[in-house]
Each structure stands twice: as C-alpha cells, then as structure tokens.
C-alpha cells in the first residue's frame, strides 16, 4: 500500500529535528518578571518582551478584571458589526495621542495589523522593498498583498536606493517596510535616511514598533520619537503585547490612512474585537508609559550595565559575536544551531533563562538577552557568571 497522505509529516519533521531546529514550549509558573518559575526551576528572566514589567502591574490586572466584570470576556462580534466598545475607541484614541498622530486603529494582534495594513494598501501593480532581517509579519503581509516584493540587505541604504532607482518607475505604488528595532538582533533602522529616501522615490514607509514602543524616545513613543521625526508623513504599528503588558497591535498615522483600513483591512474587518480585558490592560498601560519615565530611565541603565559586564568580563575575542544594539535586546552570536542550544541549555542549568534563536527565525544561531526596568544589578552580574561559567567548560 502507498504511503498515506499525511505520511510526509514525519520525514519532514525528523528533517527539522536532524537539523537542529525543533521546536518545542516551556512552561513558566506565576507571574512574569525578572525572576520567574520555569518548568518548576526558579531562574532569571533574560527572555522576556516585558520591557517595563508592565504585564504584572496590579494597575493592568485590575483594569483587565474590571473591564471583564463590566463588559465580558470577549467582544463577542467583529468591531464593525457588533463587537465595538466604547473601550476600544479610548485606547486607540490614547495611542494616537501617544504617537502624535491624527488617529490609531487597534487590531487583535500585531501580526494581523502588519498582515491587514499591507494588504489593504498595496497590490499586483505594485512594489514593496522590505529590510532582509524584517519580521516575520512584514514578509507574510508581502505575500498576502500580491505585491512585487524585494529585499534590502539589513539596513543598507545603498542596495536599497539601487533597488529603488531599478524598480520604482515599473510599478504604481511604492512601500517600505522596516522594523524600528530589529527582534532578533536589537540594532535600529535608518529611519531619517529611510524617510529621506522614501521622499525622493515618491514611497510610503511602514515603520514596525514592537520593540520601540515603550523602550524608545522621551515619552516612549518609539523609534520614530527618538529619531526627532514625529509628525512626519509616515504608517507606524506596533504590538501592545510587548512593553505594553497586553494583547493586540495597532496602526498609528493620518485620518485617512485609519480610515481606509477600516474599510479595506482584511485582518481588522473579519476578525473579532480585542477583548475587553486585553483592551483595558493595555490602556491602562499607555498611561503609564508616559506618566512614569522612571521605567525606561531604569530600564537604559540596565541596559548599559550589562553592556559593560558583557565587555569586560570575556576574553578577547570571546567565543560568541555580540551584535550591534540600541535596544534592551542584545545578541550573543555563535557558530551553529547545536552550540547555541547547548549554551541555552548549560544557562537554564545555572538558573538564567534566555532565547536560543536558530534559523529560520534569524538567519544565523545567537543567545537573544532581552533586559528589563526590574532587572537587579545583581541579576546582571549572574548572567555574566553563568556566561563565564559557559566559557569555562564547568557545570554550575
Ligand atoms: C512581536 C512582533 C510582531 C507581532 O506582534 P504580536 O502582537 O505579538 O502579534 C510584529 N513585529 C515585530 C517586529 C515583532 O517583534
């Protein structure tokens, strides 16, 4: 008898794992923050998005159990026919005042913002150029739109004005697509230069703020913040599920642009509403942003402390590349898959949880570090320890 119809699931999959590259979950006990119950071992939290610690602020647990008293668990309808709460219209109303723009949209994550804004403004006559290290969202919102999609080599003007100066004139419309600060790698984009770019070409630009919202700029408004460009002509998303401590994304720019996803985004029309608990929590979390910079002043320091632990404690050249980073992400890379899982191993034996990335999530294997406003300087100086005792070849 042949082979049944599903029988290639299992070859591919021992392909997968020969390669290193399965993937599998772990489970953390409790709430999130810098110390943390993983898989009943309690370890220092170095894998986190949490940036400010905002998902385990009473504030945001109170909002979400207040607005599910109120109004429910889910929202019960799409946003145009029946799942609209008044809820809904305060935080986009509280983004747009945060990014400085005219108006915001919400979207039940930030995966379907990147899918349904790209989709809904370009198409088969058109051309999308989109940064080689772009996350996973952008690429897919590519394919879903139909539109003439290129890559860029990571953050490299040059390749992408060459790009622009072959391909721009053959197509109708023009987007650029970038990651604000790039997930797996934690270095910025080229914003101004971008825009600068983006001008000349005649190009819309779609910045993604995931990891900028909260974490970068005085207010906490971003990359597009720190960058002095707020106000300029300019499509910026973003997650309300990392420094923001909830669920959702959203998009944030002119009227017009809000206006028509609303009427053109498929992810948004046939999706149902954000639900009422994710909805408050991250309102409540846009006040704090703006309303306690004491966070992100922590939060940098963190960052730079460990910056200088990871300089100083290593051999030169130590065994691992440290990537390029403005943000609280900073990467460890080494040579291959099975050495950056042995080493994610070894950290979690000696009580340090972080990111193993392998491809395709990145294109090459790294330790991802992501640093906290809650972080200890004593947290610090273990991770440096356990690195070190990685080095050294001993068990913890
Ligand atoms: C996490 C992330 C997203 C997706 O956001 P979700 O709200 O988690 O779906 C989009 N873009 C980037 C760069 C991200 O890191």
């Known amino acids: 008898m042949s082979e049944s119809a599903y029988g290639w699931i299992e070859r591919a999959l021992s392909t997968i794992h020969r390669a290193h590259w399965t993937r599998s979950t772990q489970t953390l006990y409790g709430l999130p923050g810098a110390v943390v119950n993983l898989d009943g071992q309690e370890v220092l939290n170095f894998a986190s998005n949490d940036y400010l610690n905002l998902a385990s602020d009473h504030r945001l647990i109170e909002a979400a159990i207040a607005a599910t008293r109120e109004f429910g668990t889910g929202s019960t309808g799409s946003r145009l026919l029946s799942g609209h709460r008044a809820l809904h219209r305060q935080l986009e109303i509280a983004i747009a005042d945060l990014k400085q723009t005219e108006e915001a949209l919400v979207f039940s994550s930030g995966y379907l913002a990147n899918l349904g804004t790209i989709a809904a403004l370009v198409g088969p006559r058109d051309l999308v150029l989109s940064d080689q290290y772009n996350h996973s969202s952008l690429k897919q919102g590519v394919i879903l739109s139909r539109a003439h999609g290129l890559d860029y080599a990571h953050g490299n003007l040059a390749d992408l004005r060459y790009k622009l100066e072959q391909q721009r004139s053959a197509h109708r419309r023009c987007l650029i697509l970038t990651d604000s600060v790039f997930s797996m790698d934690g270095d910025l984009c080229p914003l101004p230069e971008l825009l600068a770019l983006s001008h000349e070409f005649n190009c819309m630009v779609l910045?993604?703020?995931?990891?900028?919202?909260?974490?970068?700029?005085?207010?906490?408004?971003?990359?597009?913040?720190?960058?002095?460009?707020?106000?300029?002509?300019?499509?910026?998303?973003?997650?309300?599920?990392?420094?923001?401590?909830?669920?959702?994304?959203?998009?944030?720019?002119?009227?017009?642009?809000?206006?028509?996803?609303?009427?053109?985004?498929?992810?948004?029309?046939?999706?149902?509403?954000?639900?009422?608990?994710?909805?408050?929590?991250?309102?409540?979390?846009?006040?704090?942003?703006?309303?306690?910079?004491?966070?992100?002043?922590?939060?940098?320091?963190?960052?730079?402390?460990?910056?200088?632990?990871?300089?100083?404690?290593?051999?030169?050249?130590?065994?691992?590349?440290?990537?390029?980073?403005?943000?609280?992400?900073?990467?460890?890379?080494?040579?291959?898959?099975?050495?950056?899982?042995?080493?994610?191993?070894?950290?979690?034996?000696?009580?340090?949880?972080?990111?193993?990335?392998?491809?395709?999530?990145?294109?090459?294997?790294?330790?991802?570090?992501?640093?906290?406003?809650?972080?200890?300087?004593?947290?610090?100086?273990?991770?440096?320890?356990g690195l070190r005792s990685w080095l050294s070849g001993k068990k913890p």
């Open 207 to 385: 910045i993604d703020e995931a990891h900028g919202t909260g974490v970068l700029g005085p207010t906490g408004a971003g990359c597009v913040e720190h960058f002095g460009c707020t106000g300029q002509p300019l499509i910026q998303m973003g997650t309300l599920s990392k420094a923001l401590g909830s669920l959702g994304g959203y998009v944030a720019g002119s009227r017009l642009l809000i206006d028509f996803l609303r009427n053109r985004s498929p992810t948004w029309i046939y999706t149902t509403g954000l639900s009422p608990a994710d909805t408050a929590a991250a309102l409540a979390a846009v006040t704090i942003v703006r309303g306690e910079p004491d966070r992100r002043t922590r939060l940098w320091h963190n960052v730079q402390r460990l910056k200088e632990l990871l300089s100083q404690d290593f051999p030169t050249p130590p065994p691992w590349q440290q990537l390029p980073s403005d943000s609280p992400i900073l990467c460890l890379q080494v040579t291959d898959a099975a050495t950056v899982l042995a080493m994610g191993q070894h950290l979690k034996q000696s009580g340090l949880f972080v990111s193993a990335i392998r491809p395709p999530t990145a294109p090459t294997s790294r330790i991802r570090l992501t640093v906290m406003s809650s972080h200890q300087e004593g947290h610090l100086q273990q991770l440096s320890q």
